[in-house]
C-alpha cells in the first residue's frame, strides 16, 4: 500500500521540468557554459536543472590538459 510520502515523491518526479539541448544551450541562465553544454549534451535528451548542475559540475572538475605544438 502506498503512503502519503510516496504519493507525493511520484508527483514531485512527475513535476519537474525538463529541457531539450537546444533550449538549454541557449538560455540566458546557462549562457556562460553554452559552448561547453553544446559539447557534452545530447540533442535527443532533455534534462532537469538537477542533471544540468550535475554535468557541469564533473566537468568543470576535470584537469585541464595543456598540449604544446613542437
Given at each position: ?61 576535470r ?8
Amino acid at each position: 500500500m502506498a503512503t502519503k510520502e510516496d504519493v507525493a515523491t511520484k508527483e514531485d518526479v512527475a513535476t519537474v521540468a525538463r529541457f531539450d539541448a537546444v533550449t538549454i544551450v541557449t538560455s540566458e541562465r546557462y549562457r556562460q557554459y553554452a559552448n561547453l553544454l553544446d559539447t557534452i549534451l545530447d540533442p535527443n535528451t532533455e534534462y532537469s536543472h538537477e542533471e544540468i548542475q550535475e554535468i557541469l559540475d564533473n566537468e568543470l572538475k576535470r584537469p585541464v590538459k595543456v598540449e604544446i605544438n613542437q
